[in-house]
């Protein structure tokens, strides 16, 4: 099976900057590959991925303390203002980190009504978080909030494993996104879960958001079902 990556690098240019400040972005990334195989790759390949991205950003300072750095850099200034063009900054906090949580998942697929499973899921990592059917289209949305300061290089991983053996791996670019009050919707690619006998069964799961200098906002063990039919 081929392990897809995705991967971005901070903005370079105006038009990158302008386009990481969009509220609603579309990734690739799934909770299942269409294949399903019987590679076994070391566990902690991912992590020590997650590891060597982490780029050494300097001191975190508060909007306030950046704005004032930037102000004679006019380019970098007017991203910033675009990105913070909906945040008043009177009520920004002195605390320079980020405050990045991520309230939900909601699984959509055109068979059934939609499913919204707040995070972290009920039931703890043993108890299958929620079914799908084999051979059906779906598509993961997160809902997630942004205070404090801006969050550079926001990620999704996802890792997947069946009988303790690895079969899907997915690491998905996200983007920057500036504190707002109103939530941000992260939709991803449309998706299909493989179908078949040896398809169905039991999954365990890690999804991780990290950003660009390491900070992990979430890491969360799950499993669940792949049935040949949705739940009644």
Request: with cysteine; charged share 35%; proline share 5%.
């Amino acid at each position: 099976m081929d392990m897809e990556e995705n991967k971005s690098a901070l903005p370079t240019n105006e038009e990158e900057k302008k386009n990481n400040g969009h509220s609603r972005k579309k990734s690739d990334a799934s909770v299942m590959s269409n294949d399903v195989n019987n590679e076994d790759d070391d566990d902690g390949d991912e992590e020590e991925e997650d590891e060597k991205d982490a780029v050494i950003l300097g001191p975190v300072v508060g909007l306030k303390e950046q704005l004032e750095k930037d102000k004679d850099d006019e380019s970098l200034r007017r991203w910033k203002e675009s990105l913070l063009a909906n945040v008043d900054l009177s009520e920004v906090g002195e605390n320079p980190d980020p405050e990045v949580k991520i309230l939900d998942l909601t699984i959509e697929t055109p068979d059934r009504a939609e499913l919204i499973l707040p995070i972290p899921f009920e039931g703890g990592s043993k108890t299958p978080a929620f079914v799908l059917k084999d051979g059906s289209k779906y598509r993961l949305k997160f809902n997630i909030t942004v205070a404090n300061n801006i969050v550079s290089g926001l990620r999704y991983t996802n890792t997947v494993w069946k009988k303790n053996i690895r079969v899907d791996y997915k690491k998905v670019m996200l983007g920057t996104f500036s504190p707002q009050k109103e939530s941000y919707v992260i939709e991803l690619q449309e998706e299909t879960t493989p179908s078949g006998f040896l398809a169905r069964g039991n999954y365990t799961a890690k999804t991780k958001f990290v950003d660009d200098d390491g900070k992990c906002y979430l890491e969360m063990d799950y499993t669940f079902d792949i049935k040949k039919e949705w739940p009644h």
